[in-house]
């Protein structure tokens, strides 16, 4: 049912874990939905993100999820729309809440705040070129800080698997409260698998209208099937 907690991974070999549907979160898809956590706070659209909120921090196995992936089946489901509301849900509750985008072909979430050019982000990081600390760009309205690319990247799979990339992540799950992944839908499977790899739990984000229950289930158990962490099920209608 929806609140059903949605704890951290267990260490691999992971069993399959049977997903769940941990909250309904309408409007994801409506324009500056993210807004809506900050400006109404108790339109269905906050509510369900509360919900969401309620089951990732509850504790799994003496722990909470740190790291949290946000995909979906494909574009347009609102996915980053999921992952920044819970972002700055969090950070309104006193969280320190790091947004990284995994999509570096179109950077959602940077783009959703507002951003259509930075002078350093995700590949200045990783590359060790510049101080972690000047390539995070701010949310406006909380303060979230997101790790983004705003610039072209040549083979984004590469850099997602590589070894500095795991660093980074465990930089991240060290110094954060909450780290969540807007990674890419799962049309890009071999991508969407290289980023999961670094979460305690994965939120699928579906809208039922677009997709099927059978292909919502399926992709659930896809999921699983690439040695996910646990799956929690959101659906954006």
């Known amino acids: 049912p929806p609140g059903t907690p949605l704890g951290p991974a267990k260490p691999r070999p ?7 549907m941990v909250a309904r979160i309408p409007d994801a898809a409506t324009v500056r939905a993210v807004d809506y956590v900050i400006d109404w706070p108790y339109s269905d659209f906050a509510q369900g993100i509360n919900k969401l909120m309620r089951a990732l921090a509850t504790p799994s196995k ?5 790291v949290v992936a946000v995909t979906s089946l494909a574009a347009e489901e609102g996915k980053t ?11 309104r509750a006193g969280w320190r809440v790091v947004v990284v985008d995994g999509d570096l072909a179109r950077a959602p979430a940077a783009r959703t705040l507002g951003y259509r ?17 000047r390539c995070f760009l701010k949310d406006p309205r909380s303060a979230v800080l997101a790790l983004s690319s705003l610039k072209p990247v040549a083979n984004a799979q ?11 992540f465990a930089h991240l799950r060290r110094s954060a409260d909450l780290v969540i992944i807007d990674t890419t839908p799962l049309t890009l499977i071999n991508e969407t698998h ?16 677009r997709s099927s229950e059978h292909a919502i289930r399926a992709a659930g158990h896809a999921l699983g099937a690439m ?8 659906l954006t209608a």
């Open 158 to 168: 590469s850099l997602l698997s590589s070894p500095v990339m795991r660093r980074l």
């Open 62 to 66: 003496g722990a909470r999820a740190r």
């Open 117 to 133: 050019e930075a002078p350093n982000g995700l590949v200045e990081a990783v590359s060790g070129k510049v101080l972690l600390s």
């Open 194 to 209: 290289a980023l999961v790899r670094f979460a305690d739990a994965v939120v699928l984000v579906a809208d039922p209208r």
């Open 227 to 234: 040695d996910a962490p646990p799956v929690g099920i959101v």
């Open 81 to 91: 729309a999921v992952a920044l509301g819970l972002a700055r849900t969090a950070a």
């Open 14 to 20: 992971r069993p399959s874990v049977q997903p769940r």
